[in-house]
């Protein structure tokens, strides 16, 4: 039986000596979402570029991995053995990048570390540079170490659950369509269709903007926004096409319902959000 539920996108990064543990990685996620997507509403999604990048020769391999997946995705999960990887021009490799700009935009990073003993015939350079970069990294936050990838597989499972409960929520899908689909577009708030759909609206007020109840962690706000656009951007909403097709702001109940409501100068009590009409 199908069920709505919060899509996160998982970026699966690091060089190219850990085949194994990225597949214990992605089996992680997949245990993650037998044991706790349908009673969380929840689903993880792991995303890697040989599975979800297309060639292009639009630009740099790294600038087109980051336009077609990286910034499509709400958490990263970076795994480290021998390797830092080759530099890309705008940093020490592709992963060292990716990790950079997920830190930029303030979302989740997980960063594991390969303990087992190195090839005979690795790279001193690289091990070298990662052990640099592992000693920076380790004064900025929390990593961890892993002996197998068995045991990332095992670890990465239940520390899953500690960054979802913080994450903020995201637009909800049916799980039924999941199967159709390899990849979904980001939607990102842009001022062109905000701007659209509030010219219709130019001389109404936040009178004219309702809060809805949209998911047991999520609720929108949908009428006339555009004077607080900014706003519900810091405050990490996402601008989105709700079910029955209109525009509306998603945020978090726990950490946002009380300051939207005041902001608009509304209680905070949700209404029912309304049932799109059966095709």
């Not at 530099?87 to 935009?105: D, L, M, Q, R, Y």
């Amino acid at each position: 039986m199908s069920f709505s539920a919060t899509v996160y996108r998982v970026l699966v990064a690091s060089p190219s000596d850990v085949a194994e543990d990225r597949a214990a990685v992605a089996s992680a996620i997949h245990d993650w979402n037998s044991h706790n997507s349908k009673a969380r509403g929840i689903v993880l999604l792991p995303v890697m570029w040989e599975t979800h990048a297309a060639p292009s020769l639009d630009a740099r391999p790294q600038a087109v991995i980051n336009e077609q997946i990286v910034r499509e995705c709400d958490m990263l999960v970076g795994i480290f053995w021998t390797r830092l990887g080759s530099p890309t021009g705008e940093a020490e490799s592709g992963t060292i990048e990716e990790i950079n700009w997920f830190v930029k935009e303030k979302k989740p990073v997980m960063i594991y570390f390969s303990t087992r003993n190195f090839p005979s015939d690795c790279d001193i350079d690289q091990v070298k540079r990662l052990r640099d970069f592992k000693k920076q990294i380790q004064q900025k936050g929390l990593v961890f170490d892993y002996e197998t990838p068995s045991k990332l597989e095992n670890m990465l499972f239940k520390q899953l659950t500690t960054v979802i409960d913080r994450m903020n929520v995201t637009p909800t899908v049916n799980v039924a369509e999941l199967k159709r689909a390899t990849k979904s577009a980001a939607i990102v708030p842009t001022d062109k269709q905000e701007t659209k759909r509030s010219n219709a609206n130019d001389d109404v007020n936040d009178d004219d903007a309702t809060l809805y109840d949209y998911s047991d962690k999520a609720f929108v706000v949908a009428g006339n926004t555009l004077a607080h656009k900014d706003k519900f951007k810091d405050w990490g909403g996402r601008w989105m096409k709700a079910r029955g097709g209109q525009w509306v702001w998603m945020f978090a109940k726990k950490s946002n319902l009380g300051r939207v409501a005041k902001l608009l100068k509304k209680k905070d009590t949700l209404v029912p959000y309304p049932v799109p009409p059966k095709e």
